[in-house]
């Protein structure tokens, strides 16, 4: 795993050495993505330069340093990633007739795009990627990023640089780069709590699409162009489902399609396992990370590493279910007991990590458990991508006939009845129903979900961290992209398949993928996660929804899979999650912090945000008056990060 970096001047006069060294300079700003070596090369004629960070976890020795030219010479890459089919394209390019230096994945990629082009390559490959190619011949620069966005891709202008890097940290680094914030995507991360691809917080700053290819011949751009605008999709995940759907024969029974999903995972789950550095994985005792563990341990000699961490706080803590799981399957299991203060102190650094507002605050946990793996290994296998395929999100299961009973009143009366329900305060709600946990919560969720209109509003309120967000962002206006935008809509799916192919969408990418990238990649770790191979997607977006949700429980599939390696006792619990207690903290060891950062003053001078709504939910937080906190760390983390 490594950083990429790259910069293509159209600036008169500059000398080959300047921009050598502000390369160099962007490369140093990723030194945690890529401790073990380093490098530039420049087309000087062209005033390019492409840098490089190495993490090196196949082929360590220098053949797989870049950037790497290819053994014609006409292409020169930096890579960021794994392909995990490079044993079978280094055959079928052996027998027609290359030749190789090393054995890294590296040394195929540049092979294969001079055997078969870019356009096939990026077909033929299978894995997480980002990656900068450089055409001589055609003087064609060219940006790619894999199916999912495992792996970042930014690129924008710094005065009358095009600069390219796999954090917008390393383009911050040259000296031309402008901080202006993009309130249309300051309004769209008020809402997700996250900015979508293909924006940035930044203007003129844009994060290649999942599955996207940028192709860029030199003499057909300038300086400040939009050249977002001509970004292609090699591969386009509604014609993926779609074309999943129509293949769908039901011809077998159950317990065949059970087979051939284990046999697929475990294909996924074996080609991850390859690395000549120290491999592990993360536990958290989950149905879909305990899946994952299971299957290496059965194609592994030696017990499997894995790591889980733990909270003492009642209710937030999954150590001991991922211990007993881990005792089953027979793994070498770490555990790290986390004190408040202990995840407290990691937050001060999060905007760093980070490089633009996030406020997912498992974030928090992901960052510590990398931190506390990287002692022993440099990869690890991850659970991430599993509940946006089969049904894993209780929206996914919950709010279908929840929905389907809601709607049959009549408009008006959801709305009455929505008004009434909030205007009991969650704590009275909490006292009607002592026996059961945050009973006053979840009546507040249903109260949202009535005034909505159809299944699309149903949707954008659950996945809303402010409903309204451009009556917070001062100028907010919220731009078109593929989770709002109606030409990405798919017909012919249920409900349930349309919020699981909305979050596979923006969600997967936007939240889940750069959580696990920006965590690991901070402290030099690689994150590989099995599930997402086009081979699990579209095998499992082949099946009817029923194979996923049955009744009240998502990843029906999966569940049986693993029920053949785990007694279902042992992972058949009520899932506790991966986020901290943050809105107790908010009340607590936060209060000063948040306080200092809520202040109203200091954010009417700051100049993008409505202070007083924000003021008020934070009041209402502190007052005990329903729980804000998702809301309120939105903010909190924007703030801290505009300060740093």
Known sequence: MCGIVGLFSFEKGISVQENKSRVTAMCDALAHRGPDSAGVWQDEEKGLALGHRRLAILDLSPEGHQPMLSASGRYVVSYNGEIYNYQDLEADLRAQGHMFRGRSDTEILLSAIDQYGLNQTCQKINGMFAFILWDRKEKVLHLVRDRFGKKPLYFGWAGKNL????????????????????????????????????????????????????????????????????????????????????????????????????????????????????????????????????????????????????????????????????????????????????ALNVIPDLPVYYDEPFSDPSQIPTYLVSKFARQDVTVALSGDGGDEMLGGYNRHVVVPPVWQKARMLPWPARKTLSVLMQSVSVAHWDRIRSAQPQFGERMHKLAGLLPQRNTKEVYRHLVSQWQRPEDIVIQGKEPRHPANDP??????????????????????????????????????????????????????????????????????????????????????????????????????????????????????????????????????????????????????????????
């Open 163 to 342: 600069v390219m890097a796999s954090e917008l940290k390393a383009l911050t680094a040259h000296p031309d780069f402008e901080t202006e914030i993009n309130r249309e995507s300051l309004t769209l991360y008020m809402r997700y709590g996250y900015v979508p691809a293909p924006f940035s917080i930044y203007k003129n700053v844009w994060h290649l699409m999942p599955g996207g290819r940028l192709s860029l011949p030199v003499s057909a751009f300038k300086p400040g162009d939009d050249i977002n605008a001509k970004t292609q999709l090699y591969w386009h995940m509604p014609s993926v489902i779609r074309d999943a759907k129509d293949r769908f024969v039901i011809d077998k029974d159950e317990t065949e399609y059970i087979d051939e999903f284990e046999h697929i995972l475990t294909q996924c789950v074996g080609d991850r396992m390859m690395s000549d550095v120290p491999l592990g994985a993360f536990l958290s005792g989950g149905i879909d990370s305990s899946t994952i563990v299971a299957l290496m341990q059965k194609q592994s000699s030696q017990p499997v590493k894995t790591y889980a961490i733990g909270f003492n706080e009642k209710g937030f803590d999954e150590a001991q279910q991922a211990a007993d799981i881990a005792a089953h399957l027979g793994t070498e299991h770490h555990e790290l007991y986390v004190s408040a203060q202990e």
């Open 487 to 644: 030409a990405w809509d798919l017909e012919g799916l249920s409900f349930a398949e349309t919020m699981m192919y909305k979050d596979a969408l923006s969600y997967l990418n936007g939240d889940i993928l750069t959580k696990l990238d920006r965590a690991t990649m901070a402290v030099s770790l690689e994150g590989r996660s099995p599930f997402l191979d086009k081979r699990v997607f579209e095998y499992v977006w082949a099946l009817p929804e029923h194979m996923k949700i049955r009744g009240k429980h998502g990843k029906w599939l999966l569940r049986q899979v693993l029920a053949r390696h785990v007694p279902t006792d042992m992972f058949e619990r009520p899932k506790q999650g991966f986020t901290p207690p943050i809105a107790a903290w908010l009340r607590g060891p936060l209060k000063e912090w948040a306080d200092a950062l809520l202040d109203q003053k200091a954010i009417e001078t700051d100049g993008f945000f409505k202070a007083l709504p924000i003021r008020r939910c934070w009041e209402a937080h502190c007052a005990g008056k329903g729980d804000h906190a998702l809301r309120l760390w939105t903010v909190l983390m924007f703030q801290a990060w505009y300060k740093k």
